[in-house]
């Protein structure tokens, strides 16, 4: 399973936007890149995915490298309530089509905003 | 729609006893997982059920095991309760699909075990 190295905690102020980076240099070409968040006291939310093009939706954007080693998670505009953990993780699509389905969770990067 | 359900929410067991906990995906969702989550190891995966089969283990001890019914819900049992299998336990539920379709979780079960 590739893994992914992401740093263990970033700040932010509240309404600038934030850059969260992700390295994941054993990454296959069926490997999706996932990004959740773990708010405390809950269950990770998935915030976006892709393969290999640029992603936007309404949580987030996410930037992936040309070369795919590396990607970017982008908040816009930080909020308070988008204090969490922050995890990047590889999905194989492959096994995705099998129904075979299963995330290595890293350590995560914490995202403290401050007001 | 309704999301994925965990029940029950909190649970304290003695060492030496076991436990089930549940989970109950959403609806159309035929993939299950179960993760362990604990301060020291971070989320840990578990085991992962497609249509009622075990498709992929983690690294744990086989007091640990799993289950899935028919309707796709999924129950997972602890047997000979250790103070170290005190943690939050995350199930996720998703469509099967080549896109790297995203999972979601539940709230979890949290597990205290003196």
């Known amino acids: 399973d590739a893994k992914t190295t992401q740093p263990n905690s970033m700040e932010s102020n509240e309404e600038e936007p934030v850059h969260l980076p992700c390295n994941h240099s054993t990454i296959s070409g069926t490997d999706y890149i996932h990004w959740y968040r773990q708010l405390p006291s809950q269950g990770p939310e998935y915030v976006i995915h892709?393969?290999?093009s640029n992603v936007n939706n309404r949580m987030a954007s996410l930037a992936i490298a040309e070369d795919r080693k590396s990607s970017t998670l982008i908040l816009h505009r930080a909020t308070l309530r988008d204090a969490a953990v922050y995890y990047c993780?590889?999905?194989?699509?492959?096994?995705?089509?099998?129904?075979?389905?299963?995330?290595?969770f890293g350590t995560g990067t914490r995202l403290k905003v401050l007001a | 729609k309704a999301g994925v359900t965990q029940t029950p929410r909190y649970l304290i067991k003695t060492r030496g006893q076991q436990v089930t906990l549940s989970c109950s995906p959403i609806?159309?969702?035929?993939?299950v997982s179960w993760y362990q989550q604990t301060p020291g190891q971070g989320l840990q995966f578990l085991f992962e059920y497609f249509s009622e089969t075990q498709r992929n283990k983690g690294n744990f001890p086989g007091r640990f095991s799993g289950r899935q019914f028919s309707n796709s819900r999924s129950e997972m049992n602890v047997s000979t309760l250790e103070l170290g299998d005190s943690a939050l336990y995350l199930c996720?539920?998703?469509?099967?699909?080549?896109?790297?379709?995203?999972?979601?979780f539940g709230q979890g079960t949290r597990l205290t075990v003196v």
């Open positions: 892709g393969l290999t």
């Open positions: 993780i590889l999905r194989d699509g492959l096994r995705a089509t099998s129904g075979t389905y299963k995330y290595i």
């Open positions: 996720a539920s998703s469509r099967a699909g080549g896109d790297g379709t995203e999972a979601f």
């Open positions: 609806s159309g969702h035929r993939s």
